[in-house]
Structures are given as structure tokens and as C-alpha cells.
């Protein structure tokens, strides 16, 4: 296991946002994880850091970051275990290479199958939840692994019950379906196309920051609202799609936060509705 001092998270979080870490683990094996758990207290967990938002230039509180090393992934006819450190495109191409079909619409999600399953990532009608097999974790609690099947899992819209916090994932199996290579790279690059027309992928982001309302789309109603562009610091609202908050240079995570309190109120006064954050606050 590595541990580094006054890590810089700069490229461990999409939004690109500056922040450092007195103390960051990067464990190797669920050992090392358990292990963790044994010697520290107050710590932040991440993965590819796609979804969170850094609130603070510095950490005092010690960060895991399950990414570069717990990313074994296993295929077995139309099984694949993948290890929760693993990244979502890297899933992908492997599904692809073994003619599997179910993980295209992941492809440029940049997140990790950890990450993915606790906020239960989608896009489109899909979500990681409908391939799910079995999850795979450590119990903070008792410091035990266990297993979890589909069966038993309870899933909502970019929810889990792995929010609460009490468990950590180590990996998880997923049942895809049997393919053509062709027909796979055929709607994976339309998926790509049609998000990139729409999203603003040319400026560092965490994707959508609320979550959608029933019957409402978040990015037409700040669009009505005239708040394309809107900018706080170093952090403004996609001219392109207005359910982003990109980097435009030097942002914060104070500067998200205020963007994100600034459209909850707008929204809330013109359409009375409460907007909830996709996005996770560290």
C-alpha cells in the first residue's frame, strides 16, 4: 500500500479543482483496506472523484482513494468481476472486446464500478443497477467482507444503499448480454456523439449537479431562468447544457457551492421546487 503526504487531489477530482490532503492511502488489496480501518478515524473515501465536490483547499482528515490498483477485471462467458477501483471505460472496453453488450452507455462516464454502484450512475433510462449481480464489500463496522446479490439490493434514482456510509465496495459482478464487436462499437460511438454534442465535455466538470425532479429537467429550467453562463470565481453554469457547473480557471469548490445555493433559491422561488444535489460534498 502507498501513502503519500500533502497529496495534491488536483487530478482526483473531475472539477479539476486545487486541494490538498495531509495524509492519502492508495491500499492495493482489501487487507489494505481492512487494515485502514483499523488505524484511521476520520478519513474521505473516492474513487475517481467524478461526482464530489472539494469544499476546502486542505485536508487535515486522511483520504483512501481506490482507483489505480484495485482495478482487476475478470471475464467469464457473460460475467465480468470487476474490482471497484476499476474505471468505468476501462469496463467497457473489455465488455467490447469479448462481443459483451450492456456497458456502452458507461463508456465516457469517468467515474470507477465503486463509485458507479453507490450512486447508482446512469444516463439515458440506464443505470448500473440493471446489470448488477452481486456486490462485494467490507463491512466498516465489523471489518468483515461480505457479498450482497441482486435480490437483496435495494436501488433508487442515483441512489443506494451504500450512501449510508456503513460499507465499503471492493467489486462486483456483472451479467451482460452476448453481442456483436460491430454492433457494440456501432452504439457506443453514437452515445459519445450525442452526449458530446449535448455536454460540455471541453471544460472540467462533475456532470449533472442536481438531481433530476419529477416530470422537470433541471438544465431547462436554469436555461429559462437565464443562467446560462452565470459565473462565481473561477466556476460558471455551461453555456452548453445549464445542468453543469464547469472549470473555467482556478474554480473552487466555494465557488460551486455558491453557484449551487444561488440556482437552488431561483429555482425554488420561480418553480417551487427544491432542488437536490447529485453531487456529493467533501
Not at 463509485?115 to 440506464?126: L, R, S, T
Not at 452504439?187 to 458530446?196: F, M, N
Not at 462565481?232 to 464547469?246: C, L, P, R, T, Y
Request: hydrophobic share 40%.
Amino acid at each position: 500500500m502507498k501513502k503519500y503526504n500533502k497529496f495534491d487531489l488536483l487530478n482526483y477530482n473531475s472539477y479539476r479543482i486545487k486541494a490538498i490532503a495531509e495524509n492519502a492511502y492508495l491500499p492495493e488489496n482489501t487487507d489494505d483496506i481492512l487494515n485502514l480501518l483499523s488505524s484511521l478515524e476520520n478519513y474521505y473515501l473516492i474513487g475517481n472523484g467524478s461526482n464530489i465536490i472539494l469544499s476546502k483547499p486542505i485536508y487535515e482528515e486522511d483520504f483512501i482513494i481506490i482507483r489505480e490498483n484495485l482495478s482487476n477485471i475478470d471475464v467469464s462467458n457473460n460475467e465480468i468481476y470487476v474490482e471497484s477501483g476499476a474505471i468505468l471505460k476501462d469496463v467497457a472496453d473489455i465488455a467490447r472486446e469479448n462481443e459483451l453488450s450492456g456497458m456502452e452507455m458507461f463508456y465516457d462516464i469517468p467515474g470507477t464500478i465503486g463509485g458507479a454502484v453507490v450512486m447508482n450512475a446512469g444516463a439515458c433510462g440506464e443505470a448500473i443497477s440493471d446489470l448488477i449481480e452481486d456486490v462485494f464489500f467490507v463491512d466498516i463496522q465489523t471489518r468483515k467482507m461480505g457479498k450482497v446479490k441482486k435480490d437483496e439490493l435495494k436501488w433508487g434514482y442515483r441512489k443506494s444503499e451504500f450512501q449510508n456510509g456503513e460499507k465499503i465496495i471492493t467489486g462486483a459482478s456483472l451479467k451482460l448480454k452476448k453481442g456483436n464487436k460491430l454492433d457494440i462499437i456501432k452504439k457506443t460511438a453514437e452515445i459519445i456523439e450525442k452526449r458530446h454534442s449535448m455536454q460540455p465535455w471541453d471544460m472540467p466538470s462533475a456532470g449533472s449537479v442536481f438531481k433530476r425532479p419529477e416530470g422537470h429537467y433541471v438544465g431547462k429550467m436554469v436555461e429559462e431562468l437565464g443562467l446560462k453562463g452565470y459565473r462565481i470565481g473561477g466556476m460558471k453554469i455551461s453555456e452548453k447544457h445549464a445542468g453543469f457547473i464547469v472549470n473555467c480557471g482556478n474554480g473552487t469548490g466555494e465557488d460551486v457551492l455558491k453557484i449551487v445555493d444561488f440556482v437552488k433559491a431561483k429555482v425554488k422561488e420561480k418553480y417551487n421546487i427544491t432542488l437536490e444535489l447529485e453531487q456529493i460534498i467533501i
